[in-house]
Structure formats: structure tokens, C-alpha cells
T-cell receptor
Framework: NAGVMQNPRHLVRRRGQEARLRCSPM?????VYWYRQLPEEGLKFMVY????????ESGMPKERFSAEFPKEGPSILRIQQVVRGDSAAYFC??????????????FGPGTRLTVL | TQLLEQSPQFLSIQEGENLTVYCNSS?????LQWYRQEPGEGPVLLVT???GGEVKKLKRLTFQFGDARKDSSLHITAAQPGDTGLYLC???????????WGAGTKLIIKP
């Protein structure tokens, strides 16, 4: 049973370009979360999605950032017109359907975005 | 101000020594999680503590949740180079899905 997969693992973009980060959740998981980790900082929640629905995007910048989790295919985090401050590691996590109480989120290996 | 303060930020010790790292807050939590993150990888859940005063052991790692459920510690006995990594604590917000993270303790065990 493959874990959470993210690609690419490393992505280099120049300022003003677009970055697309992909995440395939674990088999059977229908909930996806995106986190960002800046150097020397902890992870920060960005967005929570279920299939075809954005449940909570309170941690995502209002401009230039968007996320989707289509009915078929991976979840996509899209950053338009990247700036140097977007350089970070972006982690995706997935969890199964919640049945109350806390849920365990399983993390992918991350995509390290470098903006030149 | 961070909701979760982890200390120390950085720790480098010799193989075989014992160590304790801390995760502190002024807030009360229903549960707290510890993760380990290796370079170039995502965090991996080690343990979840739920009850005040709870102690959980995972081989040479001992996790404790404070009586008041505001803080937690991770003690490693006879540290080994394989324990090297970034140790992160995290709590779930009331939403029950949004994890809030400490900045981590970067641990290096020298052979």
C-alpha cells in the first residue's frame, strides 16, 4: 500500500512563473491537507480538501495560491507568479474518512520549491 | 508568538547519552502528537498522548503529557545515530483537522 506521493520532489522556478505541486493521497483516503514549512520553522496549515470540495482554505494566501482535489486524479496546489518568499517545502497529508475524535494524517515526502 | 514552544531548538550529543526535549504552551489541549522528520522527508507520527499525566513508551523513547495537558516531554535513553532528526510536536485545533506545530528540536547524535 503506497504512502502519500508528491511530485515533483524538487521544483525550481523563476520569479513570475507558475508552480504546480501534485499530491496523490494514500489509497482509500479522501481527505487531503496541504502544509508549508519555511526554513527553521514548523509547518503551517494551508488548506483542507475533500474530493471536489475545499473545506477550509483559511491558511492559504488569498492571492496567487489555489488548490483543488478533483474527482479523478491528484490534488494540485497551484502558485501563480511566484516570488522568492514562496520558497519552502510544501507537504501534503491525507487521512481516511473521519469517524469522530482525532484523525491521523499521513504525510508525503514534500515538494521543495526554490524561486530564483 | 508560537502556540507551542519547543526547547531546545538544537541539540547535539554523543551516542549513548540520554536527552529530554520539551514542548510547552499556556493553552490546554485535548491531545498532543510527536513527529520525527528526517532531512528531505515528511513528518512521521511517533505517538499521540491524550490523558493528563499519560506516559507512553516506544522502545527507547518515553513521551509524557503534563498533568494539566499544557506541555509534553520526549525522553530518549541511550541515544543512537539513527535517532537523528527534527522532532516536532503538534496539536489539533478545535476543527479536529488543522494541526498546529511547534518549530521543532533538531537533534544530532554523533557516533
Amino acid at each position: 500500500n503506497a504512502g502519500v506521493m508528491q511530485n515533483p520532489r524538487h521544483l525550481v522556478r523563476r520569479r513570475g512563473q507558475e508552480a504546480r505541486l501534485r499530491c496523490s493521497p494514500m489509497k482509500g483516503h479522501s481527505h487531503v491537507y496541504w502544509y508549508r514549512q519555511l526554513p527553521e520553522e514548523g509547518l503551517k496549515f494551508m488548506v483542507y480538501l475533500q474530493k471536489e470540495n475545499i473545506i477550509d482554505e483559511s491558511g492559504m494566501p488569498k492571492e496567487r495560491f489555489s488548490a483543488e482535489f478533483p474527482k479523478e486524479g491528484p490534488s494540485i496546489l497551484r502558485i501563480q507568479q511566484v516570488v522568492r518568499g514562496d520558497s519552502a517545502a510544501y507537504f501534503c497529508a491525507s487521512s481516511p474518512i473521519q469517524r469522530g475524535g482525532y484523525n491521523e494524517q499521513f504525510f508525503g515526502p514534500g515538494t521543495r520549491l526554490t524561486v530564483l | 508568538t508560537q502556540l507551542l514552544e519547543q526547547s531546545p531548538q538544537f541539540l547535539s550529543i554523543q551516542e549513548g547519552e540520554n536527552l529530554t526535549v520539551y514542548c510547552n504552551s499556556s493553552s490546554v489541549f485535548s491531545s498532543l502528537q510527536w513527529y520525527r522528520q528526517e532531512p528531505g522527508e515528511g513528518p512521521v507520527l511517533l505517538v499521540t498522548v491524550v490523558t493528563g499525566g499519560e506516559v507512553k513508551k516506544l522502545k527507547r523513547l518515553t513521551f509524557q503529557f503534563g498533568d494539566a495537558r499544557k506541555d509534553s516531554s520526549l525522553h530518549i535513553t541511550a541515544a543512537q545515530p539513527g535517532d537523528t532528526g527534527l522532532y516536532l510536536c503538534a496539536v489539533l485545533m478545535d476543527s479536529n483537522y488543522q494541526l498546529i506545530w511547534g518549530a521543532g528540536t533538531k537533534l544530532i547524535i554523533k557516533p
